[in-house]
């Protein structure tokens, strides 16, 4: 593969944005590929605006996707996924979990929340709504939201299923392999 | 050197193993590779993982320093009684560890010495994004400048062994996306190094004067060496054959300028940036007619470029200010703009604020009303100046509140003026301006917010906790006991979260006559998990007054004229019960 695949996983923080950026890196690792992954830590504030990049192929330079260099951009959130959607290349794919999470300038009257994000997001690229949280929630551990959401992804991506498997075992705890695992085929067989 | 062939790796099976690590975590391994035995830091982005991940390892004796000039004079002192040393400080770090590393370049060394400046262009969490290249040529100290995490760790390893062959101390340089972008690493084993011999030599390690005089001249020596060994050094090396353009680039701006050139340009790759490679680059510029420069932040290879009579193009091309990104290269050389389908959304933001249940947020509503100025410093609570608290007059660099209040008190004696200072930062280079205050005579109020920990780069310990990096057990520095040790007498310790006790004990301080402290203690709310519970608004309660908004907590909302708290992020600090006038705001039972 001598093109990069380029994505951009993003979210608000603390919604697991940097593990599921480090299971696509192991895929692509485990496929052999060279790779590169990148996001911005520090303030240890949450409820920020997060990102990271994952870039992988024969060879990678640059740590970073440029806008309208992804291919994908896998959103834990409608309103960031709206935000960083110039990102995508014209033929790339938005893979968006359809939960709202509102903003503090929201919460507090100043800015509303805006409508209708899943129809202007789909009117633009290609978009595959994924309700996560909900079927996290039928799972019985709201936390799988990421391995969901991963197994749309990665399918759509083109790594084999038993690779999404083991970037899963290898990147998760231990106890919760298991429903992680079945999760990730949620997602695998939603497309 | 630092190319990894991946594939070849993994298909050749299991004897080679290839990491996917962060900078950070890199140098890290490369630190435990090289054999260092004494690594020192204090916590700062994007710095903040190096040490983290170097006490991992049983063998490296780390510590949280009270601050970078502490962490380098530990670090010195091993480095002289013959072991390898490191230490590692964000940009602004290395100002305040300046002095002991100016004459380190003197003294040189007897162990290797290695300093890790983290600096972060675009100024992601940091108050100016100066670019420390300058130091390293400033202090006279070779100067390493890693493009991705697998040279990253050879260069700590590179530049260790380069220290004792040249018996100078090596600063390794990265930035933002080399600390915090993840690439393959080839890991090895530790070496087998011998500890070298402490012996006494004043005359190496005594600065005064007349050694210093002599110093001075074999450190040009010293130097005069290493630029011998460059001409062969293979950190810096000649790539590609594409005939448009002629490129000389280091560090992460390498990696973009491949990434928007390609095989179109050919590259002189700088690892080493001071001292240049000077025949290297003539030898690439005799081949070339146009030579373009890039190179993030300052003209820093530019003017030392153009110095040797050979000309470039840079920074006409390339901002100074703020990242580069490949994109800038495409569009500046190849004339190629970005393709973007949707722009210009006008999007609610989500802007760092204080978290829910920050006890920061209770002090700072108290202050505007009892306080003229208040002076901020470095940490979580800087952010007490956005809306709606707008809390803080000044704030330039770590431990300045206290020496920036006793200066406005100066000129304005009749003002109530407040200082404000995390513990963390108050023990790094607050205490010093404090007995500045009380020896000059001087009246301020100081407010210690004691939150015990280092928050803002994400809960480091520090003198004031009771732990060390490796989590043990440590005596804790008692605040107040310091305080008062400085000659302050009236000093409180209260409740953060007890709005009442806050207002009538800043009241009571500023009304005396000298200087007085008030340490406002309350452990962080994302280390206190012991507070799982919530608040609620009892709707037939409320007069929708609005006061309960004036801290700006994101936990409480305004929507559709009727206020709101949102059960998830609520953290329980009961802040916002204390303002409401029509007890409107009760404990949520119901959710645990």
Not at chain 2, 121 to 127: D, L, R
Not at chain 2, 272 to 298: N, Q
Not at chain 2, 541 to 548: D, F, H, V
């Amino acid at each position: 593969m001598n093109k990069a695949a380029n994505i951009l996983i993003v979210g608000v923080g603390g919604q697991g944005t940097v593990l599921a950026s480090r299971i696509i890196s192991q895929a692509a690792q485990l496929s052999g590929y060279d790779v590169k992954q990148s996001e911005v830590h520090g303030m240890a504030q949450r409820g920020g605006s997060v990102v990271s990049y994952v870039r992988f192929a024969d060879k990678i330079f640059s740590p970073m996707v440029e806008i309208g260099q992804a291919d994908m951009i896998i959103a834990f959130e409608k309103l960031e996924a709206l935000r960083w959607s110039d990102y995508l290349q014209s033929k790339g794919i938005m893979i968006v979990n359809e939960q709202e999470i509102p903003p503090v300038s929201g919460m507090t009257g100043t800015v509303s929340y805006p409508g209708d994000i899943l129809k202007t997001l789909s009117s633009y690229c290609q978009t595959i709504t994924v309700n996560a949280i909900g079927m996290a929630i039928k799972l019985g551990e709201p936390r799988t939201v990421n391995s969901i959401l991963l197994g749309t992804a990665l399918k759509k991506l083109g790594f084999e299923r038993s690779i999404g498997e083991k970037a899963v075992i290898k990147s998760v705890p231990g106890r919760t392999v298991e429903v992680n695992l079945r999760a990730l085929s949620l997602g695998w067989d939603l497309i | 050197m630092a190319n990894v062939n991946v594939k070849k790796n993994i298909e050749k099976g299991g004897d080679i193993i290839v990491k996917l690590l962060s900078g950070n975590e890199a140098i890290a391994r490369g630190a435990y590779e090289a054999g260092v035995k004494v690594a020192c830091a204090y916590p700062g982005t994007p710095s903040t993982e190096i040490l983290e991940n170097i006490a991992v390892y049983d063998g490296i004796n780390s510590e949280w320093s009270p601050n970078e000039k502490v962490a380098v004079e530990v670090a010195q002192g091993a480095c002289f009684a013959g072991e390898r040393a490191l230490v590692a400080m964000k940009h602004v770090g290395v100002n305040v560890a300046a002095d002991p590393l100016f004459s380190l370049a003197y003294t040189g060394v007897n162990g290797g010495f290695l300093v890790v400046s983290a600096d972060d262009p675009g100024m992601h969490s940091s108050q100016n994004e100066q670019d420390n290249r300058y130091y390293a040529k400033f202090m006279k100290m070779p100067l390493l400048e890693p493009s991705d995490s697998q040279e990253a760790k050879d260069f700590v390893i590179l530049g260790l062994e380069l220290s004792e062959q040249f018996d100078l101390p090596v600063f390794l340089r990265i930035t933002t996306r080399i600390a915090h972008s993840k690439s393959l690493v080839v890991l090895r084993e530790p070496l087998n190094r011998e500890k070298r011999i402490y012996a006494k030599n004043t005359k190496k390690y005594v600065v005064m004067p007349s050694n210093a005089r002599k110093l001075r001249i074999t450190l040009e020596e010293r130097l005069q060496k290493l630029r011998i060994y460059l001409d062969t050094f293979p950190g810096n090396r000649a790539e590609g054959s594409g005939e448009d353009f002629a490129v000389i680039t280091s560090g992460i701006a390498y990696q973009y300028a491949r990434e928007a050139l390609g095989e179109r340009a050919t590259y002189l790759k700088l690892g080493f940036t001071y001292p240049l490679p000077e025949k290297a680059i003539r030898e690439f510029a005799a081949l070339h007619d146009t030579l373009y420069v890039i190179e993030e932040g300052e003209p820093f290879l530019e003017e030392q470029i153009r110095a040797m009579g050979v000309n470039v193009v840079g920074k006409e091309f390339f901002p100074a200010i703020g990242e580069l990104n490949s994109q800038m290269i495409k569009e500046k050389l190849l004339g190629e703009k970005s393709s973007s389908m949707i722009t210009s959304h006008n999007l609610p933001a989500r802007p760092p604020v204080l978290c829910p249940g920050c006890p920061h947020r209770g002090i700072f509503y108290v202050l505007n009303k009892v306080a003229d100025y208040i002076t901020t410093d470095i940490g979580c609570y800087t952010l007490g100046t956005l809306p709606p608290l707008n809390a803080g007059e000044l704030c330039l660099c770590m431990g300045s509140s206290i020496g920036n209040a006793f200066g406005m008190s100066k000129v304005m004696p009749d003002r109530k003026i407040v200082a404000t200072i995390g513990d963390s930062t108050f023990l790094h280079s607050g205490i010093t301006a404090l007995m500045d205050v009380v020896y000059n005579r001087g009246k301020i109020i100081l407010v210690i917010l004691d939150n015990s920990t280092t928050g803002m780069t994400g809960h480091q310990h520090n003198p004031s906790t009771g732990f060390t990096i490796k989590n043990e057990p440590t005596k804790k520095i008692d605040l107040e006991a310091m305080v008062r040790a400085c000659g302050v007498e009236q000093v409180w310790q209260i409740s953060a979260y007890d709005l009442k006790q806050v207002n009538e004990t800043l009241r009571a301080a500023i009304a005396c006559e000298e200087t007085a402290v008030v340490i406002a203690k309350q452990p962080c709310v994302l280390i206190n998990k012991r507070m799982a519970r919530s608040y609620r608004i009892i709707h037939e309660n409320c007069k929708y007054c609005r006061s309960c908004l004036d801290i700006g907590c994101p936990a409480i909302g305004n929507r559709d004229g009727e206020i709101f708290i949102n059960e998830v992020l609520c953290n329980g600090c009961a802040v916002c019960t204390q303002l409401c006038m029509f007890s409107a705001i009760e404990e949520d039972r119901g959710y645990t």
